[in-house]
């Protein structure tokens, strides 16, 4: 099983519409979550993070997490074509000896479409 | 703040040649700098984790050999290709980490450098 898991996608959503991003994850340890978005060609950029269960709603993005069931979302309210771009959820994994590593999942390519 | 950044943004090489990618923290100290690695359409892979001062640690199957990693200072690690080959090609991205800076494991990326090897 793979630590972080994402539907690959792509998905296509119309603009104005609710686009919803799900991640699943396996190490019950974990206490931090991020999405991050990615355009081609570019870095990463943090857009979320998440560290309690329930709602975090910052602008248009709302995060969700529910660590019983280890599971991450991501909703984009009213999405706007400059939206489109792959999603990345990772998740910080706590190792030994206070060591830690961010684990990724393969990404969501979400186009919007005008 | 949190700015991180990294040189050379693009690089072009030959076969058998090495190359350094240089990752900086531009306004703080990052006690860890993590590489990552990625491919066309995949997912970032994280290659190695640094800290200053200390040997790296590399995720499995990556060879230590090919990829040096120094992190001799608070503000600066290296990654070293050394004998580049095409498979190497891909984009190498690092983030730095600093517990002090914030609370909640968050990893600042640098910009990325696009590696080509001929």
């Known amino acids: 099983q793979k630590e972080v898991e994402q539907n690959s996608g792509p998905l296509s959503v119309p603009e104005g519409a609710i686009a919803s991003l799900n991640c699943t994850y396996s190490d019950r340890g974990s206490q931090s979550f991020f999405w991050y978005r990615q355009y081609s060609g570019k870095s990463p950029e943090l857009i979320m993070s998440i560290y309690s269960n329930g709602d975090k709603e910052d602008g248009r993005f709302t995060a969700q997490l529910n660590k019983a069931s280890q599971y991450v979302s991501l909703l984009i309210r009213d999405s706007q074509p400059s939206d489109s771009a792959t999603y990345l959820c990772?998740?910080?994994?706590?190792?030994?000896?206070?060591?830690?590593?961010?684990?990724f999942g393969q990404g969501t390519r979400l186009t919007i479409n005008p | 703040g949190a700015v991180v950044s990294q040189h050379p943004s693009r690089v072009i090489c030959k076969s058998g040649t090495s190359v350094k990618i240089e990752c900086r923290s531009l306004?703080?100290?990052?006690?860890?700098m993590f590489w990552y690695r990625q491919f066309p359409k995949k997912s970032l892979m994280l290659m190695a984790t640094s800290n200053e001062g200390s040997k790296a640690t590399y995720e499995q199957g990556v060879e230590k050999d090919k990829f040096l990693i120094n992190h001799a200072s608070l503000t600066l690690s290296t990654l070293t290709v050394t004998s580049a080959h095409p498979e190497d090609s891909s984009f190498y991205i690092c983030?730095?980490?600093?517990?002090?800076?914030?609370?909640?494991?968050?990893?600042?990326f640098g910009p990325g450098t696009r590696l080509t090897v001929l």
């Open positions: 990772a998740v910080n994994i706590i190792l030994f000896q206070g060591a830690q590593k961010l684990v």
């Open positions: 306004d703080f100290q990052a006690t860890t």
């Open positions: 983030s730095a980490f600093s517990p002090g800076l914030v609370w909640n494991n968050e990893q600042f």
